[in-house]
DNA sequence: ATGCCTTATTTCATAAGA
């Protein structure tokens, strides 16, 4: 079985690419992340007649998660019990968009960040992580409230399913060596030690993060920002993780970072990360 | 060995990404 995750950055302008990269790596199992629309828009015909079927969990402009499978799609989960959500203030007057954690977590706007699936006898989810935006704002405060719900979701799923395996865009870097250069993200969310903190009370669950090889280079980075050439220069980060139980582990035969999707024109700034199962 | 930001929407400006 392969298993694949991406973050493709809109799925509607990333159509194309998307349709022709399933073809190419023929994964039997894909998990999209910042699909960008809504769960009634996703392309669920233009994947369908290349035998997918879909699990799509989207609100619009933002955020946004979809399964994709080609071996049964089962027991769909949209967001998961816990989950924190968000509710926005108003702009204030310096343009500054502000958003707070509401106390009550009625009141807050639920965000299309996490959808699961039982596939072809494993337990997987696509996961989008809020960003944090910096150490400072109530956005990294929900991150990390973010990590804590999922873990104990996922601690509740481990007792039901021993074929698991988390997948997409955790936006943390595990260690230094999974940024380009530790000195620029002194003082920037995905580097922090509680983040860092959060991926290993995930693992502590069981969870093995399977790192896959880079397709050159030394890294496997999994991201490259679109401005100033980093691509070219291999200015990358990896933060886009599968998370496997030890049965899932057990089985992986290999693993790779699609560098070939991050070319060309019009790519997502993240790449495939492809696990083959045996 | 790759191309110097991109996306969707409140669209000709803004918010967000990481």
Redesign the pocket.
């Known amino acids: 079985m392969r298993l694949a995750t991406w973050?493709v950055?809109?799925?509607?302008?990333?159509l194309p690419r998307l349709l022709e990269w399933l073809d190419e790596a023929k994964p039997d199992v894909v998990c999209l992340?910042?699909i960008?629309?809504?769960t009634a828009?996703f392309p669920a015909v233009e994947v369908g007649e290349l035998g997918y079927e879909v699990a799509a969990h989207g609100e619009?402009?933002?955020?946004g998660v979809a399964l994709l499978s080609s071996v049964g799609l089962e027991d769909i989960s949209r967001g998961f019990p816990g989950q924190p959500s968000y509710a926005?203030e108003p702009?204030d007057a310096d343009?500054?968009?502000e958003?707070t954690l509401l106390d009550e977590p009625e009141l807050r706007t639920p965000e299309a960040r996490a959808v699961g699936a039982t596939c072809g006898g494993v337990r997987v989810w696509s996961l989008?992580?809020?960003?944090?935006?910096t150490p400072e704002s109530a956005?990294y405060a929900y991150k990390l409230e973010w990590f804590a719900a999922l873990r104990a979701a996922f601690a509740a799923e481990l007792g039901l399913y021993d074929q698991f395996a988390a997948c997409g865009?955790f936006?943390v870097?595990p260690t230094d060596d999974d940024v380009w250069n530790p000195k620029v993200f002194i003082g920037?969310?995905?580097v922090t030690p509680p983040e860092r903190q959060a991926l290993a009370d995930l693992r502590a669950l069981g969870l093995t993060d399977v790192i896959p090889k880079p397709m050159?280079g030394p890294h496997p980075f999994t991201?490259w920002?679109?401005?100033?050439?980093?691509?070219?220069?291999d200015m990358g980060?990896r933060?886009d993780l599968v998370y496997a139980s030890p049965a899932v582990a057990g089985r992986v035969a290999g693993a790779y970072v699609d560098?070939?999707a991050?070319?060309?024109?019009?790519?997502?700034?993240?790449a495939p990360v492809v696990v083959d199962l045996d």
């Open positions: 973050n950055n809109s799925v509607k302008a990333r992340q910042e960008k629309t809504t828009l619009g402009r933002w955020n926005g702009s343009g500054q968009a958003l989008y992580v809020p960003n944090g935006r956005h865009d936006n870097a920037s969310t995905h050159k991201y920002d679109y401005r100033a050439g980093a691509f070219a220069k980060m933060i560098r070939e991050r070319k060309g024109k019009g790519p997502s700034d993240h």
